[in-house]
């Protein structure tokens, strides 16, 4: 049985439409990340589930429980859930110490004092805070209050965590700690988890699969190397990975970078539709692209970044601009030099599919 499912689920707010007919199934144990632009309806779709929004169109269940029901009329008020919750402002009470912050989910349900002990704890030793379970909040830093919002949605023991954005609002360096933190408490304790965020690397780390949205709509789910390696489309190309966009023309047998010549060695099969449309997209990421001294579809290097591991090119083909990553021990062109470059792995997509 599926620990969340959520069936044709849709909502408007006046003319907005901000989701769209979603269709997921969340496994006992899994995470699955839901990634896509500012107002891509992210966070709408996580309050439907947490039961805060309700529901235009379709269903959602959780285990064998119907949360919430279009066309039954049936909608579990959120206490009613039993689902953990994180979002992206630090929500804790800054009355209150850590530990009653903690306790406070389990004397709402008005749970044994000795049973309220034991789970606090446990939630508490968790999120490595037990120390500090005497301190308010507020003596704590930032990544400090998001681990007692994070206890505090554990103690519940929920099947289901939902998590909107939990790290945003913490620096880079805490950023990553706490990424590995989330996966490895939710490793040892088994929940299933929504993970909203709009950082690809985030999503990448800690789920098992990922849904990508725009504008309410799925447009792809499946795991981090099937959405890298294989995107459904130009915008999850575009949003998953860096990437650089080739508008390229066939005439004559010619194919052509603007009026750059584009050698067939270089450009790979293009499918037969796109050459007889006369034109298309020639997707590649800047670790498929390789510089070489003669021949390839030629540039001129325009930006030379050291960036530590590696050195960041911009190259311009004709008018376009095509980004090149390399390691900084392999050799590139300097500013202004002429180059050559050919692909290692490119994605042709339709001039039609709107990607950006
Ligand atoms: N309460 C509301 N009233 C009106 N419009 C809303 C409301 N909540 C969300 N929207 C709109 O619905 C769309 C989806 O919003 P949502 O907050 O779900 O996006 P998101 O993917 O979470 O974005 P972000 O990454 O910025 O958090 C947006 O166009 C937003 O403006
Ligand atoms: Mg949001």
């Not at 039993?82 to 209150?96: C, E, I, K, N, T």
């Not at 990922?210 to 949003?239: C, D, T, W």
Request: proline share 5%.
């Amino acid at each position: 049985m599926s620990s969340l499912r959520l069936r044709q689920i849709g909502k408007r707010f006046g003319h907005v439409v901000a989701v769209s007919g979603l269709d997921l199934e969340v496994a006992p144990g899994e995470c699955v990340a839901l990634l896509g632009p500012s107002g891509c309806g992210k966070t709408t779709t996580l309050r439907m589930v947490a039961g805060f929004e309700d529901l235009d169109e379709g269903e959602i269940e959780a285990g064998d429980r119907l949360l919430s029901s279009k066309k039954r009329n049936y909608y579990l008020p959120p206490e009613k859930r039993d689902l953990g919750m994180v979002f992206q402002a630090f929500a804790v009470w800054p009355h209150l110490s850590v530990h009653e912050n903690v306790a406070f989910p389990l004397r709402v349900r008005k749970l044994p004092a000795a049973e309220i002990e034991r789970r606090v704890r446990a939630a508490l030793t968790h999120t490595h805070l037990l120390d500090v379970a005497a301190s308010r909040p507020d003596e704590l830093s930032g990544g400090g209050k998001q681990r007692v919002a994070l206890a505090r949605a554990l103690v519940i023991e929920p099947a289901v965590m939902l998590l909107d954005e939990p790290l945003s609002s913490l620096d880079p360096h805490f950023r990553e700690e706490m990424r590995f933190e989330i996966k490895d408490i939710q490793r040892r304790l088994g929940f299933s988890m929504l993970y909203v965020t709009h950082d690809q690397s985030e999503a990448m780390a800690l789920s098992d699969r990922i849904l990508v949205m725009k504008n309410g709509v799925l447009q792809q789910v499946g795991s981090p190397m099937e959405v890298y390696y294989h995107p459904a489309n130009r915008f999850v190309f575009g949003f998953i990975g860096l990437s650089s966009f080739l508008r390229v023309s066939f005439s004559g047998g010619g194919i052509q970078v603007g009026n750059v010549p584009m050698p067939l060695a270089v450009a790979g099969d293009a499918p037969a539709e796109l050459v007889g449309a006369g034109e298309a997209v020639l997707a590649v990421r800047p670790a498929d692209v390789d510089f070489v001294s003669e021949g390839g579809l030629r540039g001129v290097a325009r930006r030379r970044a050291f960036l530590g591991e590696i050195v960041d090119y911009q190259i311009t083909i004709g008018t376009q601009v095509l980004r090149v990553q390399k390691l900084r021990h392999e050799s590139g062109p300097q500013v202004g030099e002429n180059c050559g470059v050919t692909f290692a792995d490119s994605t042709w997509y339709p001039m039609s599919d709107a990607g950006e």
